[in-house]
């Protein structure tokens, strides 16, 4: 049975959350291979609602859950995410949760240095402020505190001062007071001995799941178009969220993915700042917004909604490898007469089926429409195929059609069991 990467197809938010947890039941093992508590996601199960930022989505149906090595992990924050979920009756121990021992923390001047930097810029990224982006920093500077140096003190304290010798020099320039090192040194090692304890090479575990026949689902955090690659750059977020980072994300290897299932709604939202071709600001926007609640898991910040755009979704499609959709809040759009599809943009007067690298270029773009009839009949809840109205049938159709590949799944609401399957990834 082959394995399944899940990511987000367009710019996070597509309620990835549910899905997961609904295939979750169909996996032996989940992992998150990437972002940190910048993402969120919302699991609905029954009269629980769970929301989880670090944890992965198995956690709450009891399976092995494994935050890889490309995840960079606020200790104190998956503390407090363990012992909310635990409240709700959840029990995370360390046969059930794997934290990978190769993984970076971030720590608390990383949170300072994304909220000082964030409120001095004139050109706002519209971070968190929860420090993920300095964390990739200092990973990618080699400089960073891994889990394994928590065992370690000599070596945690040769690293705290690598450390501070590059933040001391950013913290005075932008008016924040200096580290203590030992008073660093303490905070790390009163935390320790409660994070260790999940502390595993996750790349040996993984590599002996697989080779037991197990089946590993890799949940991905934002969306593909927020890759600090591929996405509409400087406005993305700090990692690789593509699905192929499920693999340098986990230690698993090129092959392990399998099955890439991309999560897209029926129409486009996007958080901060940042290019939007398709963003509506009438009354069909704030409808968006207010049916579909779009607000954020993690922030609270409101979202801003759009019509759907095929020519992003496409473009997400060929960078994933994306090998069947599963399609969001179709019941968002009930009662609308007429929707929309960008179906490409008009750039400098020619037509252009893609979104450009350049900032400028992006800023620029005007989205070419096709219009289609709505529905007045509700969507909500529908658990087959032959309960949805005629012309929702035509606009999922239609959608296939513009991205180049076919919808695997179809939510009709937050609920798990309101899920229509046409194909299980599982067995693909």
């Known amino acids: 049975m082959a394995?399944?990467?899940?990511?987000?197809?367009?710019?996070?938010?597509?309620?990835?959350?549910?899905?997961?947890?609904?295939?979750?039941n169909r996996a032996d093992v989940v992992v998150r291979f990437q972002g940190g508590h910048n993402a969120g996601h919302t699991l609905v199960v029954g009269n629980q609602t769970y929301k989880l930022s670090l944890l992965p989505s198995g956690v709450v149906q009891g399976k092995l859950s494994i935050i890889g090595n490309g995840v960079v992990v606020d200790p104190w924050h998956l503390l407090k995410e363990i012992g909310q979920i635990r409240e709700q009756g959840v029990d995370i121990t360390p046969d059930m949760l794997v934290l990978a021992d190769n993984a970076c923390l971030i720590l608390p001047i990383h949170r300072d240095l994304d909220q000082a930097r964030e409120a001095a810029a004139t050109n706002k990224i519209g971070t968190t402020g929860r420090g993920i982006g300095p964390a990739y920093e200092d990973k990618v500077g080699r400089r960073a505190i891994r889990v394994a140096d928590l065992a370690d003190r000599e070596a945690l304290?040769?690293?705290?001062?690598?450390?501070?010798?590059?933040?001391?020099?950013?913290?005075?320039?932008?008016?924040?007071?200096?580290?203590?090192?030992?008073?660093?040194?303490?905070?790390?090692?009163?935390?320790?001995?409660?994070?260790?304890?999940?502390?595993?090479?996750?790349?040996?575990?993984?590599?002996?799941?697989?080779?037991?026949?197990?089946?590993?689902?890799?949940?991905?955090?934002?969306?593909?178009?927020?890759?600090?690659?591929?996405?509409?750059?400087?406005?993305?977020?700090?990692?690789?969220?593509?699905?192929?980072?499920?693999?340098?994300?986990?230690?698993?290897?090129p092959k392990g993915p399998g099955y890439v299932l991309g999560i897209v709604k029926a129409y486009t939202t996007r958080v901060g700042e940042g290019p939007f071709p398709t963003e509506l600001f009438d009354d069909v926007g704030k409808h968006l917004g207010t049916v579909g609640r779009e607000f954020g898991t993690v922030t609270g910040r409101e979202r801003r909604c759009g019509w759907f755009d095929a020519a992003l979704v496409r473009q997400s499609v060929a960078l994933n490898g994306i090998a069947g959709i599963a399609l969001t809040k179709l019941d968002v759009l009930d009662g609308l007469p007429t929707l929309k599809i960008c179906t490409g943009y008009r750039l400098n007067g020619q037509e252009i089926g893609y979104l450009p690298a350049g900032l400028k270029a992006q800023g620029q773009l005007e989205p070419v429409y096709e219009e289609m009839e709505g529905w007045s009949q509700t969507t909500q809840g529908a658990r087959s195929w032959k309960d949805l109205p005629a012309s929702a049938v035509k606009y999922v159709r239609r959608i296939e059609e513009?991205?180049?590949?076919?919808?695997?799944?179809?939510?009709?609401?937050?609920?798990?069991?309101?899920?229509?399957?046409?194909?299980?990834?599982?067995?693909d």
Do not use: C
Not at 166 to 179: A, C, M, Q
Not at 402 to 427: H, K, N
């Open 3 to 24: 394995n399944v990467t899940v990511i987000g197809a367009q710019w996070g938010d597509e309620g990835k959350g549910k899905l997961v947890d609904w295939l979750s």
């Open 157 to 253: 304290e040769a690293k705290i001062d690598r450390l501070l010798a590059h933040h001391t020099p950013l913290r005075r320039g932008l008016g924040l007071p200096e580290v203590d090192p030992a008073g660093l040194l303490a905070e790390l090692e009163a935390m320790a001995g409660k994070i260790l304890p999940y502390a595993r090479p996750a790349w040996l575990l993984l590599d002996e799941q697989v080779k037991a026949g197990k089946r590993v689902l890799f949940e991905g955090a934002q969306g593909a178009l927020l890759d600090v690659d591929h996405g509409t750059y400087p406005y993305v977020t700090s990692s690789n969220t593509v699905a192929g980072q499920a693999a340098a994300g986990s230690g698993l290897g």
């Open 402 to 427: 513009l991205i180049g590949a076919p919808v695997a799944l179809l939510s009709t609401s937050p609920q798990r069991d309101d899920t229509i399957l046409m194909r299980d990834p599982f067995q």
